[in-house]
């Protein structure tokens, strides 16, 4: 079933055609990876899903409900979970803090949350287990900038577990980190995907999406180029030569 639908998508920035005439969709249970080359509008496609922009044509369908014009707040209490390329953090709050925001409160309710005693706070265990999960080993409260490049990836993918979702769309969680770090995120990866997690991930490593992703959309000039299983698509020509320039 699909858990995500995007329907004839296209967005222009001052004239340039970012996202062309986009269709393709997210199975439930499933990993599926959005790959293409620079500029072939993966990113602008992780923001039309997530709320950031509004395309000029087309449907984005959620869980089968229509959430084309709804904002990112509206998608995020949806079920929606994102992580950024760049970890975007609250500098002089904890690890719990940070984690505590992820988990859903509205205003009324964080403020009580953080006056409270740390083992009176709700979701508290939430928050251990999912860390546990992850493997991210540090003081809950340890202020983030503490975090290594590294800790900060986990820390990610840890925040959009902790805030209730029915998909996780993740843009390059394995940018930049080290083999080790980057083995640890590949075992989640399955993991997550043995429990049930939906997820659309953004990623350049190749070696990486081939070893995650049981699906794979290939976007070039804002399109879809080409989809299907990571070894045939990989191999496939067109996709060599958009993505690689040779074939």
Not at 88 to 115: C, I, K
Not at 178 to 203: F, H, K
Request: aromatic share 6%.
């Amino acid at each position: 079933m699909a858990i995500l639908e995007l329907h004839h998508v296209s967005k222009s920035f001052g004239g340039v055609r970012a996202v062309d005439n986009c269709s393709f969709e997210v199975i439930a249970g499933k990993i599926t990876a959005l790959i293409g080359p620079n500029g072939a509008g993966k990113t602008t496609v992780f923001n039309l899903v997530s709320g950031f922009f509004e395309p000029d044509r087309g449907r984005i369908l959620f869980e089968g409900k229509d959430v084309t014009r709804l904002p990112a707040w509206r998608r995020s209490r949806a079920g929606l979970s994102r992580t950024f390329q760049l970890s975007r953090l609250f500098r002089n709050l904890s690890v719990r803090e940070n984690l505590m925001l992820a988990a859903r409160y509205d205003d009324d309710q964080f403020w009580r949350m953080v006056t409270r005693p740390p083992e009176e706070r709700g979701h508290e265990t939430r928050i251990r287990e999912t860390m546990r999960f992850v493997g991210l080993r540090k003081d809950l409260d340890a202020i983030v900038t503490d975090l290594s490049y590294g800790e900060q990836k986990l820390f990610d993918l840890t925040r959009a577990l902790v805030n209730p979702h029915t998909l996780l769309i993740l843009d390059e969680p394995v940018a930049g980190v080290n083999p080790v770090i980057r083995t640890q995120l590949r075992d989640l990866m399955r993991a997550m995907r043995g429990r049930g997690e939906t997820i659309l991930l953004i990623e350049h490593d190749m070696d990486f999406v081939r070893s995650v992703a049981d699906h794979v959309i290939v976007l070039d000039q804002g399109s879809v180029l080409a989809e299907g299983e990571p070894e045939k698509i990989l191999k496939d020509r067109r996709v060599l030569e958009a993505y690689l320039g040779t074939a």
